[in-house]
């Protein structure tokens, strides 16, 4: 075999692998979710707020309550359908005593919101009453349900946008609640 | 005939609904302000829907944010202030004009690279057949 032959099967070899790859990557790049957002405050203090409490009236809430203790913050509202799947895993979780659940009522009103509690049942330790959004804001939500997961310090572990259910949980956050007791 | 464009008029009367056009009033001192109020929500994106800008976008989270915009220029922010309040809580994301980071270096100087290589193979390429046009 000539050497100019063995360079042209080089060469044609290098162009078809690499036009191999790069349809390998696209496929691949198609498949991925990009509508859901990385959340900006993962391993940042939860942002500071001063909210008033959903159920009773003239207690408001700080971020302070979060140290101490492992929290779940999840952002709900009655206008949310996906809302109405989620809530009866939480009373499934509510049995659980070493993590706190907070609920985070985000941009409802406030009759509709006492409506859902009232029906769906009421699983939350307590629950912020974040009637314009800007607590929401500051959490960085684009929508509902979101969870995020806090740990002692008051970092933010971890977000998780969309409905948790028990394999959510079981798959993605227990894990993350086990290296958070195990202090790392 | 006219009996029948009554009929017509009257049906399309009754079967007509009532049909109401917003639209966002924000109130500024100086053209200046409402100037950059129109840039900063065309360059920042709807974290909602994720096509389009603050400014053409009409759901809730934008409303929110257009107005903390309005806000904070109120309030004598400037731009890169209200810029990093926003990536600060969206991330790089909420920039059509993303920066330079470590994550997206790449993409910035990659078509440099292909160029570059593109150059060279070129050179190689027109050298070698030049060499044996010589020949």
């Keep these: ?44 203090p939860a942002p500071k707020f001063e ?7 003239g207690v408001t809430h700080t971020q302070e309550e979060f140290k101490g203790k492992i929290t779940l913050v999840n952002i709900w509202a009655s206008w949310c359908p996906s809302c109405y799947v989620e809530h009866p895993f939480w009373k499934e979780y509510s049995k659980n005593d070493d993590i706190v659940l907070v609920g985070l009522n985000y941009r409802d009103e406030k009759s509709k919101a006492l409506k859902f509690i009232r ?18 804001i500051e959490f960085g939500v684009y929508g509902a349900p979101e969870t995020f997961l806090i740990d002692p310090k008051g970092m933010i572990r971890y977000r998780h946008v969309g409905v948790v259910d028990h394999k959510v949980y079981q798959e993605i956050f227990l894990p993350l609640i086990e290296k958070i007791k195990r202090g790392l | ?3 029948q464009l009554l009929l017509l008029s009257s049906i399309l ?7 109401f056009a917003t639209i966002d009033v924000y109130e500024f001192e100086t053209p200046e302000l409402e100037e950059r109020f129109k840039l900063l929500t065309h360059e920042l994106r709807c974290p909602k829907c994720q096509n389009q800008n603050l400014a053409g976008s009409n759901s809730t989270l934008s409303l929110d944010l257009k107005m903390i915009v309005y806000e904070k220029i109120i309030a004598g922010e400037t731009d890169q202030q209200i810029l990093d309040f926003m990536k600060k809580r969206y991330g790089e994301f909420i920039l059509f004009k993303p920066e330079m980071s470590q994550n997206n270096v790449f993409l910035w100087v990659a078509p440099f690279i292909f160029v570059l290589v593109f150059l060279v193979f070129f ?3 027109y050298m070698t057949h030049r060499e044996v046009d010589n020949d």
């Design chain 1, 119 to 136: 029906e769906q049942g009421n699983y939350y330790d307590w629950t912020l009453f974040d009637q314009n959004g800007r607590l929401g």
């Design chain 2, 123 to 125: 050179l190689r390429w």
């Design chain 1, 1 to 44: 075999m000539s050497e100019n032959s063995s360079k042209t099967i080089i060469v044609r070899t290098f162009v078809l692998s690499t036009f191999v790859l790069a349809f390998i990557w696209f496929y691949w790049l198609i498949g991925q979710d990009k509508t859901e957002l990385p959340s900006e405050l993962i391993d940042s």
């Design chain 1, 51 to 57: 909210v008033a409490d959903l159920l009773i009236d």
């Design chain 2, 13 to 19: 009367f009754i079967f007509s609904f009532p049909c």
């Design chain 2, 1 to 3: 005939m006219s009996r």
